[in-house]
């Protein structure tokens, strides 16, 4: 029988991110078949993909038992606590991105993930947008084509950008990864 998943403050809908699917494998941590495991990125001596379910992320006995982290990469900021810090990386499910995922912090908590978007879901959250332009006019691009590259994101194709919004000032976050 199907449990009924646990709650992720980090990480709003693993489901709908495609990184916790049904399946019939038992968990390699807890040894128990829950009707799900996760299929995102886990950084571990020992290879997990596929081999966790939720419960064990949740609670934190994945992390324990195998070492194991959810999260390569953040934007950690000086005002973030250890223990938040260690939520998201090592009880949080993480997402598929084309180079290692990044994780958001803002006032001094984790932020949460929507999901990867494109022009079309940013279009609704101009202070993502606005963070992403910035971000490409770092880059030394001509004005047209930072135009370009923010109306040529799709949320399934190779110039995506990963949407967060901060828990305390509900503040939308985003960056972009591509190949």
């Given at each position: 029988?199907?449990?009924?998943?646990p709650?992720?403050?980090?990480?709003?809908?693993?489901?709908?991110?495609?990184?916790?699917?049904?399946?019939?494998?038992?968990?390699?941590?807890?040894?128990?078949?829950?009707?799900?495991?996760?299929?995102?990125p886990?950084?571990?001596?020992?290879?997990?993909?596929?081999?966790?379910?939720?419960?064990?992320?949740?609670?934190?006995s994945?992390?324990?038992?195998?070492?194991?982290?959810?999260?390569?990469?953040?934007?950690?900021?000086?005002?973030?606590?250890?223990?938040?810090f260690?939520?998201?990386?090592?009880?949080?499910?993480?997402?598929?991105?084309?180079?290692?995922?990044?994780?958001?912090?803002?006032?001094?908590?984790?932020?949460?993930?929507?999901?990867?978007?494109?022009?079309?879901?940013?279009?609704?959250?101009?202070?993502?947008?606005?963070?992403?332009?910035?971000?490409?006019?770092?880059?030394?691009?001509?004005?047209?084509?930072?135009?370009?590259?923010?109306?040529?994101?799709?949320?399934?194709?190779?110039?995506?950008?990963?949407?967060?919004?901060?828990?305390?000032?509900?503040?939308h976050?985003?960056?972009?990864?591509?190949?």
């Amino acid at each position: 029988m199907t449990e009924l998943l646990p709650a992720f403050p980090y990480h709003c809908d693993p489901v709908a991110t495609g990184v916790i699917v049904p399946s019939g494998t038992a968990c390699v941590c807890c040894g128990r078949e829950r009707g799900y495991v996760y299929r995102g990125p886990v950084y571990a001596a020992e290879e997990l993909g596929g081999r966790l379910c939720p419960w064990c992320i949740a609670d934190g006995s994945a992390a324990e038992r195998f070492d194991a982290h959810f999260t390569a990469g953040t934007c950690l900021g000086d005002d973030v606590p250890l223990d938040v810090f260690a939520a998201v990386d090592r009880r949080t499910p993480s997402f598929e991105g084309w180079q290692e995922p990044q994780w958001f912090f803002h006032c001094g908590d984790g932020a949460a993930f929507l999901g990867p978007a494109g022009a079309a879901e940013l279009a609704a959250r101009p202070e993502a947008l606005e963070m992403l332009r910035q971000d490409a006019n770092s880059r030394d691009w001509p004005a047209d084509q930072v135009q370009d590259f923010l109306a040529a994101l799709d949320k399934d194709g190779e110039a995506t950008a990963y949407l967060f919004r901060c828990r305390i000032c509900a503040a939308h976050l985003a960056y972009t990864d591509f190949a």
